[in-house]
T-cell receptor, first 114, second 118 residues
């Protein structure tokens, strides 16, 4: 089955700097890659996703890049703010219609220092 | 728009007691539904998923069970809780599609139930 790994497990950046979180996956047939943000005590929220037919997607301060050859995808956050502090989960899925499931990484704790 | 509800929001139960958590989705039909558990400070563990009424797939062996009695209702149950069942239980849904042009889907989480087994 699919295996998704996230590195590093924690990341601390200065407010205003950029943060990059990387994930690797094992199943070359995976074709959907979402990122979730989870604040303390709350539900994971989908913040951005990318499908295997594109290499990059951007939404304001966040972007995701996908390298299918190397089987990794990354979340880029620019101009970080204290409210970006949270746990970020990446996931991968091989869409097969009704039985599609997401495989999640273990999460990365991002701390933005004011 | 679609909305997902879970209840109760918090629950404290003694070891050996039964459990019933409920999840309902509004504003959509025939969704895929999922139950996840998140232990404190840990990742998301998929427990069960369902593609239709009465159709349940189990991901990990445990003392939990799931049922889907109605299209938009998903229930997580246990006959006897263990200490290790403590955690944050999240229900999630995705739209079900068979379009050959769609190669992915978005999964949305409910607010969760925080269960403490004492």
């Amino acid at each position: 089955g699919e295996n998704v790994e996230q590195h590093p497990s924690t990341l601390s950046v200065q407010e205003g700097d950029s943060a990059v979180i990387k994930c690797t996956y094992s199943d070359s047939a995976s074709n959907y890659f979402p990122w979730y943000k989870q604040e303390l005590g709350k539900r994971p929220q989908l913040i951005i996703d990318i499908r295997s037919n594109v290499g990059e997607k951007k939404d304001q301060r966040i972007a995701v890049t996908l390298n299918k050859t190397a089987k990794h995808f990354s979340l880029h956050i620019t101009e970080t703010q204290p409210e970006d502090s949270a746990v970020y989960f990446c996931a991968a899925s091989r869409f097969t219609g009704a039985n599609s499931k997401l495989t999640f990484g273990k999460g990365i704790t991002l701390s933005v220092r004011p | 728009s679609q909305t997902i509800h879970q209840w109760p929001a918090t629950l404290v139960q003694p070891v050996g007691s039964p459990l019933s958590l409920e999840c309902t989705v509004e504003g959509t039909s025939n969704p895929n539904l999922y139950w996840y558990r998140q232990a404190a400070g840990r990742g998301l563990q998929l427990l069960f998923y369902s593609v239709g009424i009465g159709q349940i797939s189990s991901e990990v062996p445990q003392n939990l069970s799931a049922s889907r009695p109605q299209d938009r209702q998903f229930i997580l149950s246990s006959k006897k809780l263990l200490l290790s069942d403590s955690g944050f239980y999240l229900c999630a849904w995705t739209p079900q599609t068979f379009s050959g042009l769609l190669i992915g889907y978005e999964q949305y989480f409910g607010p969760g139930t925080r269960l403490t087994v004492t």
